[in-house]
Protein backbone atom coordinates (compact mmCIF):
# COMPACT_ATOMS: atom_id res chain seq x y z
CA UNK A 1 0.00 0.00 0.00
CA UNK A 2 2.67 2.61 0.73
CA UNK A 3 5.62 2.33 -1.33
CA UNK A 4 8.84 4.57 -2.01
CA UNK A 5 9.16 5.67 -5.33
CA UNK A 6 12.51 6.31 -5.02
CA UNK A 7 15.15 5.06 -7.05
CA UNK A 8 17.81 4.04 -4.74
CA UNK A 9 21.30 3.99 -6.73
CA UNK A 10 23.29 1.12 -6.52
CA UNK A 11 26.92 0.80 -6.26
CA UNK A 12 27.78 -2.05 -8.72
CA UNK A 13 31.44 -2.12 -8.35
CA UNK A 14 31.38 -2.35 -5.19
CA UNK A 15 33.71 -5.56 -4.88
CA UNK A 16 30.69 -7.83 -4.10
CA UNK A 17 31.39 -11.36 -5.09
CA UNK A 18 28.36 -11.34 -7.82
CA UNK A 19 29.42 -8.05 -9.42
CA UNK A 20 33.08 -9.42 -9.94
CA UNK A 21 31.67 -13.01 -11.06
CA UNK A 22 29.66 -11.45 -13.84
CA UNK A 23 32.46 -9.18 -14.72
CA UNK A 24 34.63 -12.36 -14.91
CA UNK A 25 32.38 -13.89 -17.24
CA UNK A 26 32.27 -10.93 -19.59
CA UNK A 27 35.78 -10.46 -19.82
CA UNK A 28 36.13 -14.22 -20.50
CA UNK A 29 32.85 -14.61 -23.17
CA UNK A 30 34.72 -12.36 -25.34
CA UNK A 31 38.30 -13.41 -24.89
CA UNK A 32 36.16 -16.80 -26.06
CA UNK A 33 34.29 -15.47 -28.23
CA UNK A 34 37.46 -13.79 -30.27
CA UNK A 35 39.54 -17.34 -29.96
CA UNK A 36 35.99 -19.58 -31.39
CA UNK A 37 36.23 -16.91 -34.40
CA UNK A 38 40.16 -17.07 -35.11
CA UNK A 39 39.87 -20.78 -35.15
CA UNK A 40 36.91 -20.79 -37.52
CA UNK A 41 39.15 -18.24 -39.70
CA UNK A 42 42.42 -19.72 -39.26
CA UNK A 43 40.47 -23.39 -40.34
CA UNK A 44 38.72 -22.21 -43.28
CA UNK A 45 41.54 -20.33 -45.30
CA UNK A 46 43.80 -23.36 -44.09
CA UNK A 47 41.54 -25.63 -45.86
CA UNK A 48 41.15 -23.22 -48.94
CA UNK A 49 45.17 -23.04 -49.40
CA UNK A 50 45.41 -26.69 -48.94
CA UNK A 51 43.08 -27.68 -51.44
CA UNK A 52 44.31 -25.35 -54.21
CA UNK A 53 47.52 -26.99 -53.32
CA UNK A 54 47.35 -30.45 -52.60
CA UNK A 55 44.18 -31.20 -54.36
CA UNK A 56 40.28 -31.43 -52.84
CA UNK A 57 40.49 -35.18 -52.27
CA UNK A 58 42.84 -34.81 -49.79
CA UNK A 59 40.94 -32.30 -48.10
CA UNK A 60 38.61 -34.62 -47.70
CA UNK A 61 40.35 -37.43 -46.67
CA UNK A 62 41.65 -35.01 -44.20
CA UNK A 63 37.83 -33.92 -43.01
CA UNK A 64 37.11 -37.68 -42.46
CA UNK A 65 38.83 -37.42 -39.20
CA UNK A 66 37.27 -34.68 -37.95
CA UNK A 67 34.03 -36.91 -36.34
CA UNK A 68 36.45 -39.30 -34.98
CA UNK A 69 38.64 -36.40 -33.54
CA UNK A 70 35.84 -34.59 -32.15
CA UNK A 71 34.57 -38.01 -30.47
CA UNK A 72 37.98 -37.97 -28.75
CA UNK A 73 37.83 -34.31 -27.54
CA UNK A 74 34.72 -35.16 -26.28
CA UNK A 75 36.11 -37.98 -23.33
CA UNK A 76 39.26 -35.85 -23.52
CA UNK A 77 36.96 -32.85 -22.47
CA UNK A 78 35.09 -34.74 -19.67
CA UNK A 79 38.29 -35.41 -18.02
CA UNK A 80 39.75 -32.48 -18.22
CA UNK A 81 36.98 -29.93 -17.20
CA UNK A 82 36.33 -32.24 -14.36
CA UNK A 83 40.03 -32.36 -13.00
CA UNK A 84 40.25 -28.46 -13.39
CA UNK A 85 37.16 -27.74 -11.07
CA UNK A 86 38.41 -30.49 -8.57
CA UNK A 87 42.49 -29.28 -8.93
CA UNK A 88 41.15 -25.40 -8.99
CA UNK A 89 39.26 -26.45 -5.52
CA UNK A 90 42.14 -28.04 -3.67
CA UNK A 91 44.90 -25.10 -4.96
CA UNK A 92 42.34 -22.84 -3.31
CA UNK A 93 42.05 -24.74 -0.10
CA UNK A 94 45.73 -25.03 -0.10
CA UNK A 95 45.47 -28.53 -0.10
CA UNK A 96 48.71 -29.65 -1.82
CA UNK A 97 48.26 -33.77 -0.95
CA UNK A 98 44.54 -33.12 -2.29
CA UNK A 99 45.83 -31.20 -5.45
CA UNK A 100 48.62 -33.68 -6.44
CA UNK A 101 46.28 -36.53 -6.03
CA UNK A 102 43.70 -35.20 -8.15
CA UNK A 103 46.71 -34.71 -10.54
CA UNK A 104 47.52 -37.89 -10.55
CA UNK A 105 44.14 -39.46 -10.72
CA UNK A 106 43.42 -37.33 -13.48
CA UNK A 107 46.50 -38.38 -15.18
CA UNK A 108 45.91 -41.71 -15.21
CA UNK A 109 42.42 -41.41 -16.84
CA UNK A 110 43.62 -39.25 -19.22
CA UNK A 111 46.30 -41.93 -20.49
CA UNK A 112 43.77 -44.68 -20.02
CA UNK A 113 41.77 -42.84 -21.98
CA UNK A 114 44.35 -42.57 -24.56
CA UNK A 115 45.19 -46.10 -24.40
CA UNK A 116 41.58 -46.93 -25.05
CA UNK A 117 40.83 -44.42 -28.00
CA UNK A 118 44.21 -45.41 -29.83
CA UNK A 119 42.96 -49.62 -29.22
CA UNK A 120 39.67 -48.43 -30.86
CA UNK A 121 41.04 -46.55 -33.93
CA UNK A 122 43.80 -49.57 -34.36
CA UNK A 123 40.83 -52.24 -34.59
CA UNK A 124 38.54 -50.12 -36.22
CA UNK A 125 41.08 -48.02 -38.63
CA UNK A 126 39.64 -47.68 -42.30
CA UNK A 127 36.37 -49.92 -41.47
CA UNK A 128 35.28 -46.21 -40.33
CA UNK A 129 35.93 -44.19 -43.33
CA UNK A 130 33.85 -47.39 -45.74
CA UNK A 131 30.83 -46.72 -43.10
CA UNK A 132 31.28 -43.13 -43.64
CA UNK A 133 31.05 -43.45 -47.14
CA UNK A 134 35.10 -43.04 -48.22
CA UNK A 135 35.86 -44.32 -51.90
CA UNK A 136 38.57 -44.22 -54.55
CA UNK A 137 41.13 -41.53 -53.83
CA UNK A 138 39.81 -39.83 -51.19
CA UNK A 139 39.41 -43.22 -49.22
CA UNK A 140 43.12 -44.04 -50.08
CA UNK A 141 44.33 -40.33 -48.84
CA UNK A 142 42.00 -41.11 -45.71
CA UNK A 143 43.71 -44.17 -44.79
CA UNK A 144 47.00 -42.32 -45.38
CA UNK A 145 46.76 -39.73 -42.74
CA UNK A 146 44.73 -41.49 -40.36
CA UNK A 147 48.08 -44.03 -40.20
CA UNK A 148 49.59 -41.20 -38.61
CA UNK A 149 47.31 -39.81 -37.14
CA UNK A 150 46.02 -41.89 -34.62
CA UNK A 151 48.74 -41.77 -32.43
CA UNK A 152 47.89 -38.25 -31.62
CA UNK A 153 44.77 -40.23 -29.71
CA UNK A 154 47.94 -41.63 -27.13
CA UNK A 155 49.03 -38.52 -25.80
CA UNK A 156 46.17 -35.79 -26.56
CA UNK A 157 44.17 -36.30 -23.31
CA UNK A 158 47.38 -36.49 -21.25
CA UNK A 159 48.16 -33.38 -23.12
CA UNK A 160 44.74 -31.64 -22.41
CA UNK A 161 45.09 -32.58 -18.47
CA UNK A 162 48.42 -31.11 -18.17
CA UNK A 163 47.76 -27.94 -19.95
CA UNK A 164 44.60 -26.92 -17.90
CA UNK A 165 46.87 -27.94 -15.29
CA UNK A 166 49.38 -25.20 -15.99
CA UNK A 167 46.38 -22.67 -16.52
CA UNK A 168 45.42 -23.49 -13.44
CA UNK A 169 48.61 -23.45 -11.41
CA UNK A 170 50.38 -21.29 -13.21
CA UNK A 171 54.32 -20.73 -12.54
CA UNK A 172 53.62 -21.82 -8.92
CA UNK A 173 56.79 -24.38 -7.43
CA UNK A 174 55.45 -26.95 -4.45
Known amino acids: MFQDKRKIKTNNSSGTIGYLGKAKVRSL ?4 MIDAVDGIIMTATDKIILGNMIGEDAISATMLIAPIFMFAEIFSSLITNGSSVLYTRAIGNYDTEGSCRILGM ?11 MAAISFALGDKLFIIMGAEGK ?25 NEVLYVDGDELR
Request: glycine fraction near 4%; aromatic fraction near 18%; include cysteine.
Open 29 to 32: LFVS
Open 138 to 162: VLDYGVQYFSCFRYIFLVAPLHSVL
Open 106 to 116: SSVLAIATGLI
